[in-house]
T-cell receptor
Framework: GAVVSQHPSRVICKSGTSVKIECRSL??????MFWYRQFPKQSLMLMAT?????????EQGVEKDKFLINHASLTLSTLTVTSAHPEDSSFYIC????????????FGQGTRLTVV | AQTVTQSQPEMSVQEAETVTLSCTYD???????LFWYKQPPSRQMILVIRQEAYKQQNATENRFSVNFQKAAKSFSLKISDSQLGDAAMYFCASANTGNQFYFGTGTSLTVIP
């Protein structure tokens, strides 16, 4: 199957700083990528849909100015958590689908963000 | 909008036995897909099985099968001949044709040797 890689797998940052998480499709092109957030022992919540070459679409309640998404190429989407706060500590997962293959989503291995 | 409900936070099964995980969903989409994902401690999401809503035949994948009841909006997962490696968190999910996934709250499955 297709491979999606996230980097870093773990990151610790100080409150007030920004942190960038990368999501790469390694062996396929992804016109659309998705970002999810998972709190401990809870489900994955869709945060936003990242579209190559255009603005991301955010789910209701997700602050677009806090969670900046850039999808500059067909293989890379980035999520930047700006002015990080301890409440932003969570597990972030991206997914991507192969262009032309609807609903065949491949997930990255996730990024554990801890804000201290 | 799509919502997915998993009413069993935890389940356990004896090794080699069969267990069924429940899932109900609600969607306004006319075309959608249903999934079961497994999330082991590594947190990597692993696709277990997938069902196209327009197909009446229940999907099967080796020891994994689903009971898809479209009218009841029910999508349960049956794991036969349970193995120790099946222990994980299982998430039911629905997806629209735009590939946006909506997940249930998960069921933690324990396999007892």
């Amino acid at each position: 199957g297709a491979v999606v890689s996230q980097h870093p797998s773990r990151v610790i940052c100080k409150s007030g700083t920004s942190v960038k998480i990368e999501c790469r499709s390694l062996d396929f092109q992804a016109t659309t990528m998705f970002w999810y957030r998972q709190f401990p022992k809870q489900s994955l919540m869709l945060m936003a849909t990242s579209n190559e070459g255009s603005k991301a679409t955010y789910e209701q309640g997700v602050e677009k100015d806090k969670f900046l998404i850039n999808h500059a190429s067909l293989t890379l989407s980035t999520l930047t958590v700006t002015s990080a706060h301890p409440e932003d500590s969570s597990f972030y997962i991206c997914s991507a689908n192969v262009a032309g293959m609807n609903t065949e989503a491949f997930f990255g291995q996730g990024t554990r963000l801890t804000v201290v | 909008a799509q919502t997915v409900t998993q009413s069993q936070p935890e389940m356990s099964v004896q090794e080699a036995e069969t267990v069924t995980l429940s899932c109900t969903y609600d969607t306004s989409e006319s075309d959608y897909y249903l999934f079961w994902y497994k999330q082991p401690p590594s947190r990597q999401m692993i696709l277990v099985i997938r069902q196209e809503a327009y197909k009446q035949q229940n999907a099967t994948e080796n020891r994994f099968s689903v009971n898809f009841q479209k009218a009841a909006k029910s999508f349960s997962l049956k794991i036969s001949d349970s193995q120790l490696g099946d222990a994980a968190m299982y998430f039911c999910a629905s997806a629209n044709t735009g590939n946006q996934f909506y997940f249930g709250t998960g069921t933690s499955l324990t396999v007892i040797p």
